[in-house]
């Protein structure tokens, strides 16, 4: 089985893509310049080995059935994570991830 190592970067990504349509306000939306959300998405693809992303018409872009297949494990893991960090503070905890390469092996393998 091959290990496919995608980042919080890439899920919230692919998250403000598939809300705006748009690389140009997603970047805005994730605080980013369009050539740095461009590197990540190109980054994702190329962990994956998928376009997750078309041209659609004028600057919208259209979801492959890739991302329509991982959004939803990415909008629930971006959940759990907000939700995690909120308990955390709220209860005055300390939160260090020191092996992060490691956090989503529990994701279920996506045959695309």
């Not at 740095?36 to 659609?56: D, I, Q, T």
């Not at 872009?61 to 959004?71: E, G, H, P, Y």
């Amino acid at each position: 089985m091959n290990q496919i190592h995608l980042d919080l970067d890439h899920l919230q990504l692919l998250d403000a893509v598939a809300r705006t349509g748009s690389l140009a306000q997603s970047a805005v939306l994730l605080g980013l310049t369009q050539p740095a959300l461009s590197y990540r998405l190109k980054e994702a693809e190329r962990r994956l080995g998928v376009p997750l992303f078309v041209k659609a018409q004028g600057r919208k872009v259209q979801m492959t059935a890739a991302a329509t297949r991982l959004l939803p494990t990415a909008s629930m893991v971006l959940r759990e994570v907000a939700y995690s960090y909120g308990y955390v503070y709220a209860h005055g905890l300390r939160l260090t991830v020191t092996a992060y390469s490691y956090a989503f092996h529990f994701l279920p393998t996506v045959a695309f």
